[in-house]
């Protein structure tokens, strides 16, 4: 017995020498990550603001309110000088004023039974938390959490985007810049007792928490809003399905504003419609319609096919590809000039001004203006439009081109397009970031981006007097005009597409433009996409681009505009002949094999 007895001890000795000698490490490592707990400290998430410091998302503090049931019945307070046990009466009777929440509500959560851990409340503003610390409530808690707010709210939401409850990004900037904006968690591990107590002094922080960065957008708040309400008010009025203004700074392709409705407000995601969380001006992709004709217009102008004033001979059918293209308002033979194909927006006049070009370097002067590619904005489900390489171009295709349909843009690629003649033939890339605030709290602004000529000043500058005539007193876009400014702009109404159907179904009803158009500072583009009633560009978009480029004239204090010593005319001088040499025709394009 003596020998067994030894035996045993000896392998109870040689256990005991094992764990507190040669497994020490590991045994007190072990024991530790029992007792260890870990607290994670939310970061706050940088804020958004516009380009004028207006703050459009913000993070503010709040805390989650818990409760460990087990030990509120030990809650003591002074009651008439006397320290006294009040219980879970007394916290209640503490409680419910503070979180505006009834005796009914509270006391189950404050009594709930087998649990260590309740949640009383959540989203608690810091004010009243500090007033429950203060009360020394046992069994009392409360976890730190951020909460997203948008001051702003539905004015910007499609350009701000939203996070969701647990901080996620759901959307727009917010997801763009997710890894700027979110800042790193803090950690802090303290050991706990077997009752569940944090072992005082045990406390140690792993990771300091880090906040996310600030971040400034080319957003001008007071346009944006502007902007907003006014195509929210005509998208309404017309019964459309959604509507689109976009503004462009013309010397820094800085966008101004990118308005969209429907909208949604990021304060009340859960609110929201889905089909409303993206920005329909950088994720709808449509046929521009008349407005592309600009394109047209400026490559045949810098190829050396037309000057503002060619004669064009416009039919009242125009054969071409098996089709007999025509304009939209039935008419006779008409005698214009290339300035009156633009300013009465004839599709037939196009086809004969663009045929002129080859279709390998018409492409080349789409791609120049951005068309078919996304912006080096990189906003979230951006499209980058659809332009098919020449060579596969069909047949009908060659000419449709021509007068914007067979491709399809963003509204941004489409204001991008006249940015670049009202800036001189010079295309800046479209932005939206300004820059980002880095750990010493300076902005660090976004490189700005390097101009590409398209087509020369002259070019631009004739193409623009050209787009005058839109607004004048035999243009397309009465409504457009603005007392005391050249307006120069282009209209659009172009057949849509609609993926669901695959067909084509309603319209696309556009209007961009700027002024004054001597020396223009902005460009808008505004579009109504399939409006219940009317489909003309100049009817449609038109009062909406009034409304806010007034808006930003006044806001400028800009002067009246200069007279233009330009004098293009909208019809012929004198009556044309398909034999003459600088008259385009249809007949002349026959002989000339087109």
């Known amino acids: 017995m003596f020998a067994v007895v030894l035996a045993v001890f000896t392998v109870f ?58 030990v509120v019945d030990e809650y003591k307070k002074r009651v008439d000088g006397r320290v006294t046990t009040v219980g879970v009466a007394g916290a209640v009777a503490d409680l419910g004023p503070l979180l505006g929440m009834s005796a009914a509500e509270l006391t189950p959560l404050l009594t709930k039974p087998k649990t260590r851990y309740v949640i009383v409340k959540k989203e608690i503003n810091p004010t009243v938390w500090a007033k429950i610390r203060a009360l020394g409530m046992p069994g009392i808690a409360a976890e730190r959490q951020a909460e997203r707010v948008y001051p702003n709210g539905m004015s910007a939401a499609q350009v701000v985007g939203f996070v969701r409850n647990d901080q996620t990004p759901g959307a727009g900037v917010e997801y763009m810049l997710n890894s700027t904006l979110a800042g790193t968690p803090g950690k802090t591990v303290a050991e706990t007792a077997r009752d569940g107590y944090t072992i005082p002094g045990s406390e140690r922080t792993v990771t300091e928490v880090q906040n996310g960065r600030d971040v400034r957008l080319t957003i001008d708040a007071d346009m944006q809003w502007y902007a907003q309400n006014a195509i929210a008010k005509q998208v309404t009025a017309v019964g459309a399905e959604s509507g689109t203004a976009v503004v462009i700074e013309v010397a ?103 045929e002129r070009v080859k279709p390998q370097v018409m492409e080349s002067y789409y791609r120049k203006f951005g068309v078919g590619q996304k ?61 980002t605030v880095n750990d010493a709290g300076t902005l660090v602004p976004t490189p700005a981006a390097t101009g590409e000529r398209v087509v020369s000043q002259q070019t631009a500058t004739e193409l623009s007097r050209m787009m005058e005539e839109v607004t004048g007193p035999d243009g397309t876009a009465r409504d457009a005009r603005i007392k005391g400014y050249r307006v120069a702009g282009k209209t659009g109404t172009a057949d849509r597409y609609d993926d669901k159907l695959k067909r084509y179904n309603g319209f696309t009803a556009s209007f961009i433009g700027y002024a004054p158009a001597e020396k223009p500072k902005y460009v808008v583009a505004v579009f109504i996409q399939k409006p219940a009633s009317g489909m003309f560009g100049g009817a449609l978009a038109g009062p909406v681009f009034n409304q806010v480029m007034t808006y930003l004239i006044e806001r400028d204090n800009t002067p009246p505009s200069t007279p233009s010593d330009l004098d293009y005319h909208v019809w012929a001088t004198k009556p044309l002949s398909d034999d003459d040499p600088t008259v385009l025709s249809d007949a002349r394009a026959k002989r000339d094999g087109l």
């Open 13 to 70: 000795a040689a256990q005991l020498l094992r764990i507190q000698a040669f497994d020490a490490s590991a045994t007190q490592a072990a024991a530790l990550q029992k007792r260890a707990v870990t607290h994670t400290t939310p970061p706050m998430r940088g804020q958004i603001v516009d380009t004028n410091g207006v703050v459009l998302a913000d993070s503010v503090e709040r805390y989650t309110l818990t409760v460990d049931p087990t």
């Open 252 to 354: 820094t392709g800085k966008v101004r504003a990118a308005a969209s409705y429907p909208t949604f407000d990021p304060n009340d995601i859960a609110a929201a419609d889905k089909k409303t969380l993206g920005n329909f001006a950088f994720n709808d992709a449509f046929e521009p319609g008349s407005t592309g004709k600009l394109m047209t217009m400026a490559a045949a102008l810098q190829e050396g096919v037309i000057t503002p004033t060619t004669g064009v001979i416009v039919p009242e059918r125009l054969p071409r590809a098996g089709i007999r293209f025509k304009d939209n308002e039935a008419h006779g033979v008409e005698n214009m000039t290339a300035t009156g194909v633009i300013g009465k927006s004839s599709n037939m006049g196009t086809i004969l001004i663009g």
């Open 375 to 435: 912006t080096p904005i990189g906003f979230p489900g951006e499209s980058a439009g659809v332009l098919a390489k020449a060579s596969d171009w069909n047949a009908q295709q060659r000419y449709t081109l021509l007068f914007g349909q067979g491709y399809a843009v963003t509204a941004v690629q489409a204001a991008s397009v006249f940015q670049t003649i009202a800036n001189g033939g010079v295309r800046i890339a479209p932005s939206l970031v300004e820059g």
